[in-house]
């Protein structure tokens, strides 16, 4: 019988897929990861030649849904399209994470990456205009200015927070509940800064309601050529960026990984995908399994570094 299943599953991997796939995504539909799993799977489905499925398992910052896949049967057809936060902050943020993010995943491909988040100021602000302004003012006015994030240990606070460290600035932290909370209360003179994720501002950026002073990206984004990065500022600067990427569950047959991964490779070099994410406000940037599994540990140690300086406990 051994001999007959060592015979099977090689064949099983070569047929796959077979049947519809099962994207989960972890947060809610409409969002930048639940369009950018659909626009995937439109593509994806088209080249492994199935249907694709998208599932929004919604809760815990994306933790649920996370969990889910890290359990599913490991055949291939249950995929988490992940987001940064999910993978390489949650594991560091809650004590009783039910997965680890190396052990309990196959790491299947990077899909993309961010240009960071934003330092975004109301357009109504004279003061700062340039990320220099900000600079200048927050060390004449030490206590004076203060910054809204997405609530305490998000991604927003950590990078602010590291902002901060190596600048030697003193701005005030307001945590609000999500973007939808401190990008208006920017607008409104709440708060002076907020970062944000580019897709949550460039409208108003676009606009004119926002202005957008520099980003925490490795390099200027294409989509704001004239916008500076963090790392003109900072030496030996560290970029945190989000990514999408998507794993699977642990031990998935060698040939389902590769097939995934090469036919993931194959999309993320079409025209059209690489239009619509563009126009999300990301960069298609595909690595194989090997190299983002690496990816994701030396992020967990950047991460780390960020929240040390930030002063974050895990709860």
Same mark, same amino acid.
């Given at each position: ?197 580019? =897709? ?42 989000? =990514? ?52 994701? =540990? ?14 974050? =406990?895990?709860?």
């Amino acid at each position: 019988m051994a001999g007959l299943a060592s015979v099977v599953a090689p064949i099983a991997a070569q047929s796959y897929p077979s049947r519809p796939i099962k994207f989960v995504v972890g947060y809610v539909a409409g969002g930048a990861p639940d369009i950018f799993a659909r626009t995937l799977g439109t593509q994806l489905a088209k080249v492994l030649g199935q249907n694709i499925v998208v599932e929004n398992r919604l809760g815990a910052g994306g933790t649920i849904g996370a969990a889910q896949v890290s359990g599913a049967i490991p055949d291939g057809y249950t995929l988490l399209v992940a987001e940064s936060a999910q993978i390489e902050l949650a594991p560091l943020l809650f004590k009783k994470l039910s997965y680890d993010p190396v052990q309990d995943f196959t790491h299947i491909a990077r899909l993309s990456v961010s240009p960071g988040l934003g330092v975004v100021v109301s357009s109504k602000n004279q003061q700062l205009r340039t990320m220099e302004d900000l600079i200048r003012e927050a060390k004449a006015n030490p206590g004076k200015l203060n910054y809204g994030s997405s609530g305490i240990g998000s991604t927003h606070h950590v990078v602010m927070e590291g902002l901060k460290y190596w600048l030697g600035l003193d701005i005030v932290h307001v945590p609000y509940k999500g973007s939808s909370e401190s990008v208006p209360a920017v607008m409104a003179g709440d708060v002076q800064v907020t970062l944000s994720a580019l =897709q949550s501002v460039m409208e108003d950026v676009r606009g004119g309601k926002l202005r957008l002073l520099a980003t925490s990206g490795s390099r200027r984004f294409r989509g704001t050529p004239d916008t500076p990065i963090m790392g003109e500022f900072i030496k030996n600067y560290e970029p945190i960026v989000s =990514q999408f990427s998507m794993l699977g569950p642990p031990r998935m047959p060698p040939d389902v990984i590769a097939r995934l991964s090469s036919a993931l490779k194959e999309v993320l070099a079409q025209p059209e995908t690489v239009a619509r994410i563009y126009s999300l406000n990301y960069e298609p940037m595909w690595s194989n399994p090997e190299d983002y599994k690496l990816e994701v =540990q030396e992020n967990l140690k950047k991460y780390a570094r960020a929240m040390r300086i930030a002063g974050i =406990q895990p709860s």
